[in-house]
């Protein structure tokens, strides 16, 4: 073999060399983009990305990278500014709203106490329930508002059997006035989660509520030894698409008009929260509401 074979080795070897570092060098900065990219995404950090290669093309990408974060990042701020101020002013109007809500209560009564006509007494009395479902909106907006205010819940064993006995007992009433018999399943084994009793009640009481609003008279629960609850129950005039927004804040349909639509939008954040679940189907006049909270290893 000639020199000059020996110099076009000595080129391709060197070729390849160069072209393996520039790969090398093209996956490294590649990797850096992937890792610091989600690492922005996760924590609210001003740092933009940085990256050890000088490739152009690698930097211009990460220049336009930094670009749209910092739009992002002007985009979310403006957000939870937003989000916040909405959140005051509705814990702001909830305050508000109880002081002359307690004045008409107290005028009330004390108009109840004088000698009325049967038709002036009916009044009062229509005026009463009115304001009694005012302030029941009232609390419920208020106590949305502090739902989506806290994040952080404390977390302790809980049986998610005795919880939801518990909250199906409270509404004994309401369930007998709408002469709804429930049929409710419950394993033989313990079904204990790391949760917040506290909100796995509201949880339960808010699909109880909407249980008794929406039933067309019989209501069946289930409990799952994998940690699943599902309430469901037959309705008439609701459709899927009606159903595909029952966890909307603020949603109503017609056959819930003494009613804000905060309680299944306070049962998703309380789920959601935790670590579970929740959604809603139709099936032949038929809606399902399912919680699941699976088990953390």
């Given at each position: 073999m000639g020199s000059w074979c020996w110099v076009l080795v000595a080129i391709l070897a060197a070729a390849v060399i160069v072209l393996a570092l520039k790969v090398h060098s093209l996956q490294k900065g590649a990797d850096e983009i992937a890792a610091a990219f989600a690492q922005r995404l996760e924590k609210d950090t001003n740092t933009l990305i940085d990256l050890s290669t000088r490739d152009k093309?690698?930097?211009?990408?990460?220049?336009?990278?930094?670009?749209?974060?910092?739009?992002?990042?002007?985009?979310?701020?403006?957000?939870?500014?937003?989000?916040?101020?909405?959140?005051?002013?509705?814990?702001?109007?909830?305050?508000?709203?109880r002081t002359p809500l307690t004045a008409?209560?107290?005028?009330?009564?004390?108009?109840?106490?004088?000698?009325?006509?049967?038709?002036?007494?009916?009044?009062?009395?229509?005026?009463?329930?009115?304001?009694q479902l005012l302030t029941q909106l009232t609390e419920e907006l208020f106590r949305y508002s502090i739902v989506i205010s806290v994040e952080d819940t404390e977390l302790e064993t809980v049986n998610l059997g005795d919880v939801l006995e518990e909250s199906i007992a409270a509404f004994?009433?309401?369930?007998?006035?709408?002469?709804?018999?429930?049929?409710?399943?419950?394993?033989?084994?313990?079904?204990?989660?790391?949760?917040?009793?506290?909100?796995?009640?509201?949880?339960f009481s808010n699909l109880l509520n909407n249980a008794v609003k929406y039933s067309a008279g019989d209501l069946e629960i289930a409990l799952t030894e994998t940690g699943e609850i599902t309430f469901a129950n037959s309705v008439t005039g609701l459709d899927e698409m009606q159903v595909g927004r029952?966890?909307?804040?603020?949603?109503?349909?017609?056959?819930?008009?003494?009613?804000?639509g905060l309680g299944l939008a306070i049962a998703k954040t309380l789920v959601e929260q935790m670590g579970g679940s929740i959604s809603a189907v139709l099936e032949n006049e038929r809606l399902q509401i399912r919680v699941v909270f699976p088990e953390k290893s």
């Open positions: 093309h690698l930097r211009k990408l990460a220049a336009d990278i930094n670009v749209q974060l910092r739009k992002l990042r002007v985009q979310s701020l403006r957000y939870y500014e937003g989000d916040q101020e909405l959140k005051n002013a509705v814990t702001n109007i909830s305050h508000d709203l008409i209560f107290g005028y009330l009564d004390l108009l109840e106490q004088e000698n009325l006509t049967p038709e002036v007494r009916r009044y009062a009395e229509i005026i009463r329930d009115r304001a004994y009433t309401e369930l007998r006035e709408k002469q709804i018999e429930p049929v409710i399943h419950l394993p033989e084994t313990k079904v204990t989660r790391n949760l917040n009793r506290g909100a796995l009640g509201r949880i029952l966890f909307d804040r603020f949603y109503t349909v017609e056959a819930a008009r003494k009613s804000t």
